[in-house]
């Protein structure tokens, strides 16, 4: 039986902002000094209109921004050359930097744990006045080097995950602690500066962080926290609390790892959330509406967010479209996490798909998820109404913009869980010159797709790359002129497949 809905696109519907193009993640700030990084930040805001930029590390050691003595008689060294280049590239490109204060100096830092790859310091500072200042002559500079008008216009975001023992070896209280003498510092430079937290993983904190802030008068601008649709099962898995630091989540533990028995290892898969992905398909959707109301009049922004499962295939389009029209009203800003492949948080692999993160692979070929965000940049910006009876896997949502309506149908279940092709029928009322069809699916718009019937190629040649460009683009072509009114459009949604029809107003 075909999933049936109705759209009169002579409707005016209602406001709907592109919160999903506030803000795109990227890996850490070193990378961002890579011309290949720089070049797909560049068109992925030109072409998918993200408008910040957020990473890791802006303080990190290979940023060079504290430099100890290299000799007795060698003098500590502040530089902000580095990310003067980021942030200029970032003005200069049309974007504006999301400001992530961490990670710790290593002059600065209280221990030696560190994340990742590029190693970030992630403890507390051994010197609470020596940090402060050190954050205030940040601040100084970037109001100096680039004006009130535009500094005011950023975010300042305090650590990343400080709820997860891998980003931050302290307690509850000790990262209150840093946000506290860390929002001080900036807002003693200027008070007109938007600072904010708790920048947690899982939704977690925020109740606690607002009311530390207002029981000790501190200022906080906006709620950030962080979701994934199957991130429940981390709160098993090395997150700290009141009191505790979490148990695991760190170096040491990844060493101990290594040794582990087979049945041991797969405790610890099960309770990273490597098992069955057991949410509900609106787990997201959930996790906004409680973090929204926890946040009250404050605004809600989500600095990091992304799938589970696939995120080099069409299942992440269809994931990623399910969230945006589900969380209408509920989130003011989202950061994708992230732009890019180039990608360091366990070394830089440089397999042209490797089930990263990025929108892009490391070659700058547009994943279909990217091409969704395009799609999406080119719609309008008012949300028409759907009329049907819902379905369970098969859904639509169409937005308005002057000239042509773009109605978006996904067939999508959690971790492709339970999900089957699905017929669809969808009734267009309203004057029209023409319908286009685009589709992504499995063999659609899926550069993946080309890449294995190339035999999987480590190193592509450029013939090869050309081809995947070429298997990723979003292609449209004529379903239906303006023949009658109303039209029905039947077509089959494949499992974790987006179609696109891009509706011309007459």
Known sequence: MAAEYKINI?????KYPHYWEMCVGTCHAATVLRED?????????EECGFRYLRFHGLFDDDMSVVIPPFTPFDEQEISFFNIDSIFDFLLDTGMKPFVELGFM????????????????????PKDEAVWQEFIRTFIRHLLERYGKEEVYTWYFEVWNEPNLRFFFDGTREDYFHLYEITV?????????????????SNNMWIPEFLAFCRDNALPVDFVTTHHYPNDDPLSRAGMNGAGTKGQGMDAEMFEQILHMPEEELEKIKASWGGGENKNPRDILLRCAKKAKQEAGDLPLIYTEWNGSDDFDNNYQAAFVLQTLAYNEGLVEGYSYWTVTDIFEETGLHGRPFNNEFGLQTVYGIAKPVYRLFQALHEAGDMRLEVEGKPHRTAEVFALAGDSE??????????????IEAQEMKITIEGRFSKIEKAVIDGTHCNPYNEWVMQGKPSYPSKEQLAQQELASMLL??????????????????????VTIFRIVKA
């Open 105 to 124: 100096p290593e002059a600065f830092a209280s221990g030696t744990q560190t994340c990742f790859h590029y190693k970030g310091n992630v403890t507390m």
């Open 405 to 418: 309506v773009m109605v978006f149908a996904y067939n999508h279940d959690i971790s492709q869980r339970d």
């Open 476 to 497: 449209y072509e004529e379903y239906s002129a303006a023949e009658r009114n109303p039209v029905e459009i039947v077509f089959k949604a494949e499992p974790e497949s």
């Open 37 to 45: 990084v720089r070049n797909q930040i560049r068109k992925a805001h």
């Open 184 to 200: 001080k510092a900036v807002k003693s430079v200027d008070e007109g500066l938007r600072v904010g937290g708790p920048a947690t």
């Open 10 to 14: 002579e409707k005016e519907g209602r």
